[in-house]
């Protein structure tokens, strides 16, 4: 008889400690569910934007799903994503300079503005954009993207001399620029190498075009 009321004794202070740890796991799980299902739902509205050609809306769900649960898809979709963008950036940029050669400045200008839409804005954009706002007369345009030209080829010279420094000493690209670097030194340079290379001028005074 005492043996029968020790093992029932054991057997319920067994289920009162065990039955909150299998709860909080049960919960835990659920709460996995939840938020897999939640990323799985932005995943399926990412597609669906994608296939209509919303790239940066895809774009945008694709990276708020992986808050919720990080997946595989999710990142090579945002990666594939990334890689159209930069393609049809390069298209709009060919299809500008070849506007611009045949003096139709308004529409390279139309044709930079829509690459911009597409969410990737860098110096060389807004440097050739600049020079077609100046072509057309509208100075106060030319003059926003220029400033706009020249900050964005800040941050790109500082990510230059940032990666240049952590290939050299072997540390950590930390996105700061280094001490004693004048700042005038690297905007001058990114903005030599437009006007050099890719921008509108550049190709205004090449020699082979007389």
């Known amino acids: ?17 065990s039955a909150p740890a299998a709860f909080a796991d049960d919960n835990e799980k659920a ?10 739902e932005l995943i399926n509205e990412a597609r669906g ?5 919303q790239l940066l809306e ?3 769900r694709y990276v708020s799903s992986q808050a919720f649960w990080e997946t595989k898809d999710a990142l090579n979709a945002i990666k594939h994503i990334d890689e159209e963008i930069h393609d049809r950036v ?11 050669d045949q003096g139709q400045f308004k529409a390279a200008a ?7 839409k597409l969410g990737e804005s860098t110096a060389v954009l807004s440097y050739d954009l600049a020079l077609c706002y100046q072509r057309t007369g509208e100075t106060e345009s030319s003059l926003a993207y220029l400033d706009q030209a020249a900050r ?3 941050v790109e010279a500082h990510e230059r001399i940032g990666h240049a420094v952590a290939d050299l000493y072997g540390c950590g690209y930390t996105n700061r620029r280094p001490a004693g670097t004048p700042i005038c030194q690297q905007l001058h340079a990114p903005l030599c190498a437009l006007s050099g290379s890719g ?12």
């Open 1 to 17: 008889m005492k043996s029968a009321i020790a093992i029932t004794l054991t057997l319920t202070i067994f289920l009162l400690f």
């Open 31 to 40: 709460q996995k569910k939840a938020l897999e299902q939640q990323a799985n």
């Open 49 to 53: 934007l994608e296939k209509s050609g």
């Open 58 to 60: 895809a774009r945008s």
């Open 90 to 100: 390069k298209d709009a940029l060919r299809q500008a300079h070849k506007l611009y």
């Open 110 to 116: 139309d044709a930079l503005e829509n690459a911009l």
């Open 152 to 154: 964005a080829a800040l």
């Open 199 to 210: 921008g509108f001028q550049a190709r205004e005074r090449r020699p082979d075009r007389g």
